[in-house]
């Protein structure tokens, strides 16, 4: 979600707002129809309302925390708003991201580094990836299932297939008569 009353969104993943004054109840409706609800820390309180929100309410599993590098401040407060305290002390200064915590069905933390690790070669060179590598670690430590992403569809669309369907073996024949009568 967009930061309200920016006046430009930040480059990166796409944005939607929601009213200023009624915010909570659309971010606890999106928690609910989420699969994963992944938060970076910040100082905004509202972040801190969104993962005590996310720890009352939600299965452990559905969490995900990024861990700044800079704000090693964060994670001394972190684990006041968990059940079980993540304890994150190596946090790599200079990062954007530095750590990545899932939780197991106890609330117990489970926390990933975001490399590219000394004598790691950076190979990819990009952020994105060490946070994406360090995500997929994170929630296979937990045994988190892997969901498949599937195709999302209503009934007017339902609706279009068919036709489509039915329309391609109706052109075929269509096709193969005229090939018939035509010399």
């Known amino acids: 979600m967009g930061r309200p009353g920016e006046r430009l969104p ?3 993943a796409a944005r939607f707002y929601l ?3 009624d915010w909570q109840s659309g971010v606890l409706r999106l928690m609910e129809l989420s699969q994963l609800i992944v938060l970076r820390l910040g100082e905004g309180e509202g972040v801190w309302w969104e993962v005590d929100q996310a720890v ?7 969490l995900v925390l990024l861990i700044p590098g800079d704000r090693p ?8 708003h968990l059940p079980v305290p993540a304890g994150i002390k190596d946090a790599i200064p200079g990062r954007w991201t530095s750590a ?7 609330w117990t933390p489970v926390v990933q580094p975001v ?3 000394p004598g790691e070669k950076n190979r990819y060179g990009s952020t994105v990836f ?8 994170a929630l296979r ?10 195709m999302r569809t209503n009934s007017h669309l339902l609706a279009v297939y068919g036709k489509v369907l039915l329309l391609v073996p109706a052109l075929f024949l269509v096709a193969h008569f005229l090939r018939l009568v035509l010399p």
């Open 73 to 80: 401040d964060l994670t001394e407060r972190l684990d006041a």
């Open 100 to 106: 990545v915590v899932a939780f197991r069905e106890d």
């Open 56 to 62: 009352a309410g939600q299965p452990p599993g559905k």
């Open 115 to 117: 490399g590219p690790f």
């Open 19 to 21: 009213p200023g004054d």
């Open 141 to 150: 430590s937990i045994e988190a299932r892997r969901r498949a992403m599937g």
């Open 10 to 12: 930040h480059l990166g």
């Open 130 to 137: 060490y946070v994406a590598r360090a995500m997929q670690e």
